[in-house]
């Protein structure tokens, strides 16, 4: 009885003091003024804001189109040897020189660039395949399934992968084909561990048991509903494991476990390069620069988009 | 503890006999034995090879014997190299590359540390730049290439070290430099992160108006927090440091391991190949069994919870 006295006198108070609160306007409270934008976009929008990553995607995209147009322009091509011209400078005819045997560097190299780009971007897209699938569903399915496929996964991601790729280059013969598959063999765990953390974080939000209650089936939860939530995460690593599969490419064709004469890729070019290094240094220079730049850009490119993806780093 | 110690060994023996089956399959499934390149062979005498290695009975038999020979560290005899059993090349090898890659790696976690925390102190600025500038260089840069570059400049542009062998402890500094860019531009960056965390947290704020000294509370309070990804790190380094010693040794002539292992692989050598795969499989193992066991001294967390991993 008394406190309900009190308020209303507290009430009558406020009513007159300079301090009153106003009537609230529900409608306009709840408009939203700024535009609504996706992930995606804001994500983008970060991105182009960083010179910095801007700077690596252009990089990558004038490296791409040289790989494309270069070979076919040029009046050489990568197989024809002239021994009279063997090792000779960068000059006008022969812009990067020519090797031991007067092939034409600039074709060759620019060759070499595609077929890196060509095991990455295989490999990548490989990882990203049985990654993802691999992943949702160790992620989605109960504990004892989603259980002995990481154990699958662990048990596999031991075995190093540079012994895998050697072992199987002995056995099947080297090739390009070879390396791609050596690479996939083990280059999907990380993915699958990626996309596996982020659908245990996600699939007890509200919109799973939603899209449950409606009668949405399993699969098409996971790659309707939850797979497309993580894709920030996936695209980062794709793009991230484009140059370490491009470097372990490099990095057989090096052992001379790679690809094979006459045809040539960067690692295969610096590995010929490396005996003859000190009388005709640009020989390995020019290939070796080439496979850093590439690298670099690939690097650069995927830090800033970890960070553009980053929740964390939102200002 | 002990059961998470546990679990870890176990994961580490079925992952070494996975490695094991696989690397004999794989052997055996390579068409031809590793006498078909040479001339042909009267055929008695081939026999008498197959049956000297042990070639002429069934899949099984070899099978088990390889298994049973590799659990009595008996990784047979070199198929190249006459009368030298692979436990013999490793072990007269393996001390050069050791000690190569056991420089790289003190050299690494320091420097790699010394950077990261410097970025980190400094953030945003100039030398934060400048030292993740680097690091992405150092990432994207090919030991090998590194190594190639060092030699032309180091070695023959301006002599300062020698170009091939090991000799004097001066040989050992470029093979090192070589080998650890890249494990020093992983930690400095897996540092710099984990610092910037850790240096805006709460402990970090109770610590400076407890009054410690700013090198107090950065060296004792911030790097133990901080080095703990170092510490993940430490496995996934010693199988960088291995493959990268296998194209160092190459490059800068050492007589380790590594070059026997690329040798292995140009001669089709299957014994060797088998017995130095395995003996790399091992030791990446014990790496990150160490790390395993390193992380639970290593995390405050762990400790303050009496010993018990939560995991």
């Known amino acids: 009885m008394s406190t309900q006295l009190k308020d209303v006198v507290t009430s009558e108070q406020a009513a007159n003091s300079p301090f009153a609160k106003l009537p609230q306007r529900h409608t306009e409270s709840e408009i939203i003024t700024a535009e609504s934008r996706s992930t995606f976009q804001e994500s983008w929008a970060k991105l182009r804001k960083n010179k910095y990553a801007m700077s690596g995607l252009y990089v990558l995209i004038a490296i791409i189109v040289l790989a494309i147009v270069c070979p076919m322009i040029s009046p050489y091509n990568s197989y024809t040897n002239d021994l009279d011209n063997t090792y000779l400078a960068p000059n006008s005819d022969h812009w990067f020189g020519t090797d031991n045997l007067g092939r034409d560097l600039f074709v060759r190299t620019w060759l070499g660039v595609r077929i890196s780009l060509i095991v990455g971007f295989t490999a990548a897209l490989i990882d990203l395949m049985i990654g993802v699938v691999y992943g949702g569903i160790m992620g989605f399915s109960g504990k004892r399934l989603g259980g002995v496929m990481n154990k699958f996964a662990e048990i596999l991601y031991a075995i190093p992968y540079l012994l895998v790729v050697i072992l199987l280059g002995v056995v099947m013969g080297n090739g390009l084909t070879t390396i791609i598959i050596a690479l996939s063999i083990t280059g999907w765990i990380t993915m699958s561990w990626i996309v596996r953390g982020q659908i245990l974080q996600l699939k007890n939000q509200e919109y799973v048991l939603a899209a449950q209650s409606m009668g949405a089936s399993g699969s098409r939860i996971l790659f309707r509903h939850l797979i497309p939530n993580t894709l920030g995460p996936i695209i980062v690593t794709v793009t991230l494991s484009v140059p370490s599969a491009i470097f372990a490419e490099a990095f057989l064709s090096f052992l001379g476990l790679g690809v094979q004469t006459p045809a040539a890729s960067l690692g295969t070019l610096i590995s010929e390069a490396v005996s003859v290094f000190t009388l005709y240094p640009w020989v390995m220079l020019i290939p070796a620069s080439l496979l850093s730049i590439t690298m670099l850009a690939f690097n650069i490119f995927g830090d800033a988009l970890q960070d553009a993806f980053d929740p964390k780093m939102k200002k | ?311």
Request: proline share 5%.
């Open chain 2, 1 to 311: 503890m002990a059961r998470y110690l546990g679990g870890k060994l176990f994961n580490i023996i079925i992952s070494l006999l996975v490695l094991a089956t696989a690397t004999f399959f794989l052997m055996k499934a390579v068409p031809g034995d590793p006498f078909t390149q040479e001339k042909a062979i009267p055929p008695e005498i081939k026999a008498n090879i197959m049956a000297h290695y042990g070639l002429d009975k069934p899949l099984g038999t070899q099978y088990l014997v390889y298994m049973k020979n590799l659990f009595q560290l008996d990784l047979g005899e070199s198929m190249k190299s006459q009368n030298r059993s692979v436990t013999t090349i490793i072990k007269e090898s393996f001390a050069t590359s050791a000690k190569v890659g056991a420089i790289a790696i003190i050299v690494s976690v320091i420097v790699g540390i010394y950077l990261g925390m410097m970025a980190a102190l400094r953030h945003k600025k100039l030398i934060d730049n400048a030292a993740m500038f680097i690091a992405v260089i150092g990432i994207s840069i090919p030991n090998f290439v590194i190594g190639a570059l060092l030699q032309y400049f180091l070695g023959v542009k301006f002599p300062i070290f020698t170009v091939q062998g090991l000799e004097g402890p001066l040989d050992y500094v470029l093979p090192t430099i070589a080998l650890s860019t890249l494990p020093i531009a992983f930690i400095a960056r897996l540092t710099r992160s984990t610092m910037l965390e850790v240096l805006t947290s709460d402990y970090i704020r109770t610590a400076k108006a407890k009054g410690l000294s700013p090198h107090a509370i950065l060296w004792q309070h911030g790097l133990r927090n901080g080095i703990l990804p170092v510490v993940t790190y430490l496995g996934p380094m010693t199988a960088n440091i291995i493959t990268g010693s296998v194209v160092v040794e190459r490059i800068f002539g050492l007589p380790g391991l590594g070059g026997h292992f690329v040798e292995s692989i140009s001669n089709r050598d299957y014994t060797l190949i088998m017995g130095i795969t395995i003996f790399y499989a091992v030791i990446l193992m014990a790496a990150r069994f160490i790390t395993d066991i390193v992380y639970i001294f290593v995390d405050p967390r762990i400790k303050v919870s009496g010993g018990v991993v939560k995991k």
